[in-house]
T-cell receptor
Framework: SQKIEQNSEALNIQEGKTATLTCNYTNYSPAYLQWYRQDPGRGPVFLLLIRENEKEKRKERLKVTFDTTLKQSLFHITASQPADSATYLCALDGGSARQLTFGSGTQLTVLP | KAGVTQTPRYLIKTRGQQVTLSCSPISGHRSVSWYQQTPGQGLQFLFEYFSETQRNKGNFPGRFSGRQFSNSRSEMNVSTLELGDSALYLC??????????????FGSGTQLSVL
């Protein structure tokens, strides 16, 4: 069956460092992968989308890579700040554009 | 541009009752999707509507239903509530089929508690 795993439930890093979050999937051939940020009590907020034919995508301090051979995506936040503290979710298309399958999320805490 | 609006924000019901949740998408967005979020199961897809038609449905019992109106506003209904239906119900809107249509814009959700 299809499965998505995010590397860890929680990740603590020091301010200014680069945070790297991992999303692995099995039994999938997604056309694209997305990353969302969720703060407590709020809905997820779209961050980046990367398609299967793209290796890397950047947006300001964010970078995402997509390796369809390894079935893995890496999400990087450079020069991290305490305001980056949140839960980050990866999501893959479930065969239909808006039927996303989400990972369980990684709770990132950036320590000042 | 206003974001996705969900009402009510919080809801408390008892087992056996039914509930209706409302979602107003971003202006110009024609697709509305619903997700259930629980600590144990995470975010799970319920269904998606586009142009008043249900296009996709997740693996939920028939007690969960929805509809979309001509102005793209959507409602979801849960009948015969069970304790396990306690969750954050999230609505997401998107442009619909085509480029950029994959990006979802979520509301803040309705926190449903079933007692």
């Amino acid at each position: 069956s299809q499965k998505i795993e995010q590397n860890s439930e929680a990740l603590n890093i020091q301010e200014g460092k680069t945070a790297t979050l991992t999303c692995n999937y099995t039994n999938y051939s997604p056309a694209y992968l997305q990353w969302y940020r969720q703060d407590p009590g709020r809905g997820p907020v779209f961050l980046l989308l990367i398609r299967e034919n793209e290796k890397e995508k950047r947006k300001e301090r964010l970078k995402v890579t997509f390796d369809t051979t390894l079935k893995q995506s890496l999400f990087h936040i450079t020069a991290s700040q305490p305001a980056d503290s949140a839960t980050y979710l990866c999501a893959l298309d479930g065969g239909s554009a808006r039927q996303l399958t989400f990972g369980s999320g990684t709770q990132l805490t950036v320590l000042p | 541009k206003a974001g996705v609006t969900q009402t009510p924000r919080y809801l408390i019901k008892t087992r056996g009752q039914q509930v209706t949740l409302s979602c107003s998408p971003i202006s110009g967005h024609r697709s509305v999707s619903w997700y259930q979020q629980t600590p144990g199961q995470g975010l799970q897809f319920l269904f998606e509507y586009f142009s008043e038609t249900q296009r996709n449905k997740g693996n939920f019992p028939g007690r969960f239903s929805g509809r979309q109106f001509s102005n793209s506003r959507s409602e979801m209904n849960v009948s015969t509530l069970e304790l396990g239906d306690s969750a954050l119900y999230l609505c997401a809107s998107s442009l619909g089929p085509g480029t950029e249509g994959e990006k979802l814009f979520f509301g803040s959700g309705t926190q449903l508690s079933v007692l």
